[in-house]
């Protein structure tokens, strides 16, 4: 079976493009969402379907225990939170995974050391450049640093090891870096193109 979704919410990012669809075998479940990749789950990967009431209304957790993908998955869809964990049943996916690799990921899984430091270079960046009176080249180079960091780090493990907590996986903020990849190349497109016109 296959179901359009109307938003899902993967780690610290909401999407309500069209195009969300779920399709679910007794042995898979996947969900491919636009922009932010596919999720496949065999039964062994899901503890459980969690009907839950979000602030966007009522949604379904997917409750499992794949390290590479992010914790939290809610789904939402227009028949409602019931309804879609009745369908998710009828098609025979039975879910058996075990929650032990659960408690391994607590908390946020980027080092607030880099978060701090990515952070404190950005601002010296654009306070530089404004200081010099050349922003608009300085704020490109903040923009091509942030969109290098993202198109390199699901690559280089070097970056993930200075990125990421011990024991943590590129995959759990897969969604956070495609939308950072996105807004920094638009902003980094546009930006070019402002330089040029001048």
């Not at 990125?163 to 759990?172: N, W, Y």
Request: proline share 6%; no cysteine; hydrophobic share 45%.
């Amino acid at each position: 079976m296959e179901t359009s979704i109307s938003s899902v919410r993967i780690g610290g990012v909401r999407s309500n493009f069209p195009g969300i669809k779920l399709s679910v075998t007794p042995n898979q479940l996947v969900l491919k969402i636009p922009f932010f990749g596919t999720y496949s789950f065999a039964p062994s990967d899901i503890i459980r379907f969690e009907p839950n009431k979000g602030l966007y209304g009522a949604n379904v957790l997917l409750i499992h225990n794949v390290l590479n993908y992010p914790k939290k998955i809610s789904l939402n869809y227009k028949g409602g939170a019931e309804e879609l964990t009745l369908k998710l049943n009828q098609d025979g996916f039975i879910p058996s995974g075990i929650a032990e690799a659960s408690p391994l990921r607590k908390g946020f899984p980027v080092r607030w050391s880099f978060l701090l430091a990515a952070i404190l270079l950005w601002n010296a960046l654009l306070i530089y450049g404004h200081a010099q009176g050349n922003f608009g080249v300085v704020s490109l180079i903040a923009i091509a640093l942030m969109f290098l960091t993202t198109v390199l780090l699901p690559y280089s493990k070097a970056l993930q090891n200075l990125v990421l907590k011990p024991g943590r996986h590129v995959g759990e903020i897969k969604p956070s870096l495609n939308l950072l990849k996105g807004v920094s190349g638009l902003i980094g497109v546009g930006s070019v193109v402002s330089l040029l016109l001048k």
